[in-house]
């Protein structure tokens, strides 16, 4: 029994929780007896795609003719490859392709479909049951799938990719016949800049109210810049207009989760919380010890964030001058 796994590219090059999803895949297929698939589109670089074997992908599909931007034709891709591999299992990073294309998967095939998942299913012949956040990341709910055919589309950063082999997968060309997309993208917007994306940061520093005013962002910057990090902040900094609507982050803007998240001058409203508190370690830096984001740091540092990030800034950066 084959599990596929759909792998989104960006600019020619896979997306960053590729690995994670194909690990994940092969945890799957070595407790169901199977083997993995991925497919793609748009990567002409075989030899990155081939290093998928380390995660323990078999074969690799690739798709020369359809664009990133037509979703329509997305979901028929991954449902030739599902007919081409007899894949009973399908796996999609819950990011915002992933968010896209299972759901139209799941009604297309009649598949039963877990959005979010963040552990390797427990499986009972036919049953799957998978563990996904729910609440805002409040509680954690068990859900089952029955279905013959089930997809699962796990958080990414929920599971550390451990490279396990060394032997590449093969690589080829899929082009099946896909029907004309009934959904004509006009344009495509990228966000402007040169940062690392939020969604895919390791290292996020953020800042809210406290900061004051948008001509004090440089000790944020700095800071990010000098730990390789992105930046974001909470939604009042992004309505009043200080910050780009993009780095919002909690309830109502983007949900990250990753290993380090550095809030500055953020009270902690479980609004922001919901978004940033599947972080693996937050440091929180606000004047008031009682900002209720302490209770949910790792590291908390009850100071001035004018003093404080620029200290900060200058010791990390000491400390990779020296290392
Ligand atoms: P404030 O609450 O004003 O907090 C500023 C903090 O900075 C304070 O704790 C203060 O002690 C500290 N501070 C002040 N000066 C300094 C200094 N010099 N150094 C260090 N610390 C200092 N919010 C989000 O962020 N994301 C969401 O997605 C979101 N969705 C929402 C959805 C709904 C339906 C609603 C009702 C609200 C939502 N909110 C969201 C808003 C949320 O409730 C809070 O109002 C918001 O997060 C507060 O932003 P803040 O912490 O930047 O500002």
Known sequence: MSVLVFADSHQGKLAKPTSETVYYAKQIASK???????VTYGITDADSLAKLGNYGAEKVLVSKSVTHSNDDQLTALVAEAVNATSAKVIIFAFDPMGKMLAPRLSAR????????????????????????????????????????????????????AVAEGDSPATVENFEPAIPEARIKVKE????SGEGIPLPEAEIVVSAGRGLKGPENWGI???????????????????????????????????AIRPNLYIAAGISGAIQHLAGVNGSKTIVVINTDPEAPFFKAADYGVVGDAFEVLPKLTEAVRKFKAAN
Do not use: M, Y
């Open 32 to 38: 169901i007896g199977g083997s993995v698939h991925v």
């Open 109 to 160: 095939l009649g598949a039963g479909l877990v959005a979010g998942a963040i552990a390797i299913p427990e499986i009972d012949g036919a049953k799957f049951t998978v563990r996904k956040n729910v609440f805002s990341g409040k509680a954690i709910a068990s859900f089952t799938i029955q279905s013959e055919v089930k997809i699962i589309a796990l958080l990414p950063n929920s599971v550390k």
């Open 188 to 191: 495509v917007k990228a966000i």
């Open 220 to 254: 944020v910057e700095d800071l990010a810049e000098a730990l390789g990090a992105a930046t974001a902040c909470s939604r009042p900094v992004a309505d009043i207009g200080w910050r780009p609507h993009h780095e919002h982050v909690g309830q109502t803007g983007i």
